[in-house]
């Protein structure tokens, strides 16, 4: 069974720094795409930055030049590193990645369960 594990999230001043992991764990024989989404209280969840096996990137307006997403293949980790924090970051702090379980078996999209990014003095 695959499952996304994200870590890093918690309280930081505006203008700090954060650096969110995700670790795919389980039968994983490739990942494709991954990314970062996130969803404030009220509000849709959002893309925030993704990567592909690649390496290529994409990011929302809102967090370019700011934020930095990266991955070790090696490790099945994606990483987004948040520099310049602003209160309205604030989220929940969503994991996703494409992934092949098996060689022949189907791509499958999964979810991690989140971690709490709180920007606040």
């Known amino acids: 069974q695959v499952q996304l594990v994200e870590s890093g999230g918690g309280l930081v001043q505006p203008g700090g720094s954060l650096r969110l992991s995700c670790a795919a764990s389980?039968?994983?024989?490739?990942?494709?795409?991954t990314g970062w989404y996130r969803q404030a209280p009220g509000k849709q969840r959002e893309l925030v930055a993704g990567i592909t096996n690649g390496g290529s990137t994409n990011y929302a307006d809102s967090v370019k030049g700011r934020f930095t997403i990266s991955r070790d293949n090696a490790k099945n980790t994606v990483y987004l590193q948040m520099n310049s924090l602003k209160p309205e970051d604030t989220a929940v702090y969503y994991c996703?990645?494409?992934?092949?379980?098996?060689?022949?078996?189907?791509?499958?999209?999964?979810w991690g369960q989140g971690t709490q990014v709180t920007v606040s003095s």
């Open positions: 996703n990645a494409d992934l092949r379980p098996t060689r022949w078996g189907p791509l499958n999209n999964y």
């Open positions: 389980g039968s994983i024989f490739s990942i494709y795409g």
